[in-house]
Nanobody
Framework: QVQLVESGGGLVQAGGSLRLSCAAS????????MGWYRQAPGKQRDLVAA???????DYTDSVKGRFTISRDNAKKTVSLEMNSLKPEDTAVYYC??????????????WGQGTLVTVSS
């Protein structure tokens, strides 16, 4: 009923930039907190950045000053601007959202993931 579709991953050299985008679709009444997580090979999935419906943001320490999360509530999208990328940023990045449906139910939804590879 609710889907998140990510785009924007790829291969980039260290020091470069990428922008990830995530669009929500389905019977969504509203989106509460949204965020980006990442999972490197052999590692657990960790939060990278989060944003509330009011625009408050939070970042993991390793990306502060380099990554910027933003959202467009009208378009039901969330983006992650990634600058000064490092090889250790290499991971599969997942979009996450807490959605309220028109029937009143709440769902936590995950995207399918998009691979970001940073070469040294």
């Amino acid at each position: 009923q609710v889907q998140l579709v990510e785009s924007g991953g790829g291969l980039v050299q260290a020091g470069g930039s990428l922008r990830l985008s995530c669009a929500a679709s389905g019977s969504i009444f509203s989106l509460n907190a949204m965020g980006w997580y990442r999972q490197a090979p052999g590692k657990q999935r960790d939060l990278v950045a989060a944003i509330t419906s009011g625009g408050s943001t939070d970042y993991t320490d390793s990306v502060k000053g380099r990554f910027t999360i933003s959202r467009d509530n009208a378009k039901k999208t969330v983006s992650l601007e990634m600058n000064s990328l490092k090889p250790e940023d290499t991971a599969v990045y997942y979009c996450n959202a807490n959605a309220r449906l028109y029937d009143g139910r709440y769902f936590e939804v995950w995207g399918q993931g998009t691979l970001v590879t940073v070469s040294s």
